[in-house]
Antibody, heavy 121, light 110 residues
Framework: EVQLAESGGGLVKPGGSLRLSCAAS????????MTWVRQAPGKGLEWVGR??????????DYAAPVKGRFTISRDDSEKTLYLQMNRLKTEDTAVYFC????????????WGQGTLVTVSS | QSALTQPRSVSGSPGQSVTISCTGT?????????VSWYQQHPGKVPKVMIY???KRPSGVPDRFSGSKSDNTASLTISGLQAEDEADYYC??????????FGTGTEVTVL
């Protein structure tokens, strides 16, 4: 069974940093392209960024609002995905979902339950 | 990259059909055949209903169908059922290897 479990969310002040983790199981993590998606309270979904499998080059891509502030990385030996968030803004407040595409390669077919990040003074 | 434009809400009676539009640009919807649609019930994680414009994942009822014309993609739900009441989001691959979601549509079954 595919499982994605996010952790690391919490309350942080504007300008601060936070690192989210996503523990994966039930699939070959090293071959998976992993994506972070966020959803502000009561709002819509927003694509944050993606990291390819190392065997496919391991490149990362980011949405414009987070580029230069957020960094996605992975530890294939620990089957863990990370999202390092720096220079946080109040508009980054959201539930952050760890996701992947396994059966449906060109869309997201597995989601974690999400972790809430609140940026407030 | 601006969010794709969807109607805020659509509604229909059980058995009827509803169509949700998703309008982007030539840099996203119009430029690639990688449009997907997600259903999200309150308090739940999204579920993919359509991918690659018109393909249905295993287990998704054939009442759900997708299409695309120029810069606008559409999701049609035929034979509307009570359990279809949810929020729906389109998503498209876009330039610079990014993705963009739509603004979301609330579907109400009257």
């Amino acid at each position: 069974e595919v499982q994605l479990a996010e952790s690391g969310g919490g309350l942080v002040k504007p300008g601060g940093s936070l690192r989210l983790s996503c523990a994966a199981s039930g699939f070959t993590f090293s071959k998976a392209w992993m994506t972070w998606v966020r959803q502000a309270p009561g709002k819509g979904l927003e694509w944050v960024g993606r990291i390819k499998a190392k065997t496919d080059g391991g490149a990362t891509d980011y949405a414009a609002p987070v580029k230069g502030r957020f960094t996605i990385s992975r530890d294939d030996s620990e089957k863990t995905l990370y999202l390092q968030m720096n220079r946080l803004k109040t508009e980054d407040t959201a539930v952050y979902f760890c996701t992947t595409s396994i059966v449906v390669v060109t869309a997201i077919d597995y989601w974690g339950q999400g972790t809430l990040v609140t940026v407030s003074s | 990259q601006s969010a794709l434009t969807q109607p805020r809400s659509v509604s229909g009676s059980p058995g009827q059909s509803v169509t949700i539009s998703c309008t982007g640009t030539s840099s996203d919807v119009g430029g690639y055949n990688y449009v997907s649609w997600y259903q999200q019930h309150p308090g739940k994680v999204p579920k993919v209903m359509i991918y690659d414009v018109s393909k249905r994942p295993s287990g998704v009822p054939d009442r759900f169908s997708g299409s695309k014309s120029d810069n606008t993609a559409s999701l049609t739900i035929s034979g509307l059922q009570a359990e279809d009441e949810a929020d729906y989001y389109c998503c498209s691959f876009a330039d610079r290897s990014t993705y963009v979601f739509g603004t979301g549509t609330e579907v109400t079954v009257l």
